[in-house]
T-cell receptor, first 112, second 111 residues
């Protein structure tokens, strides 16, 4: 059963804490993406990776970090520098830059 | 900078109606355009992808058109059903592969 999985579904962050959101895909896709969605807003790109061991900043990368050590995995860390982290985070993948993007179910991050 | 606008922001129709959702974009130099559906609290489901060289794509009761020169796309839903209720997002892909999203149209189909 191919697809994209994200975990956890809900995540709570304390002040000053770094948290990591998981994204795994078994679609054999080269490209992976992280988006942030706020209520009433469109998705905004945080980071993307076109190939293993390479990634690029999106429109709102400040306060976030990523790694791409394996083709299947693209974890996102929300650092303490991100002052407004409460949002719905979506991971996506595609076979290449021009291909259809497939999305995971999302992780909702809340601040305690 | 590319901007994507979707009108209306919300739409409520009775079951069985045919309806049109609109998407406009400011820079016509796009690679392709994609329509997505999002149910509350869920991820996005891809509905249709139109390449820049294409005029339309169809899938079941859905038909998406693209007029690149005027910066417009429409998603036509025939014979709407309550199960079509969701937020519909339009996104344009720029040449480097990034998608630029609109804010979506929230559709409610009433039985």
């Amino acid at each position: 059963d191919g697809g994209i999985t994200q975990s956890p579904k809900y995540l709570f962050r304390k002040e000053g804490q770094n948290v990591t959101l998981s994204c795994e895909q078994n679609l054999n896709h080269d490209a992976m993406y992280w988006y942030r969605q706020d209520p009433g807003q469109g998705l905004r790109l945080i980071y993307y990776s076109q190939i293993v061991n390479d990634f690029q900043k999106g429109d709102i990368a400040e306060g976030y970090s990523v790694s791409r050590e394996k083709k299947e995995s693209f974890p996102l860390t929300v650092t303490s520098a991100q002052k407004n982290p409460t949002a719905f985070y979506l991971c996506a993948s595609s076979s290449g830059p021009a291909g259809t993007q497939y999305f995971g179910p999302g992780t909702r991050l809340l601040v305690l | 900078k590319q901007e994507v606008t979707q009108i209306p922001a919300a739409l409520s129709v009775p079951e069985g109606e045919n309806l049109v959702l609109n998407c406009s974009f400011t820079d016509s130099a796009i690679y392709n355009l994609q329509w997505f559906r999002q149910d509350p609290g869920k991820g996005l489901t891809s509905l249709l992808l139109i390449q820049s060289s294409q005029r339309e794509q169809t899938s079941g009761r859905l038909n998406a058109s693209l007029d690149k020169s005027s910066g417009r796309s429409t998603l036509y839903i025939a014979a709407s059903q309550p199960g079509d209720s969701a937020t519909y997002l339009c996104a344009v892909r720029e040449s480097q592969g990034n998608l630029i999203f609109g804010k979506g149209t929230k559709l409610s189909v009433k039985p």
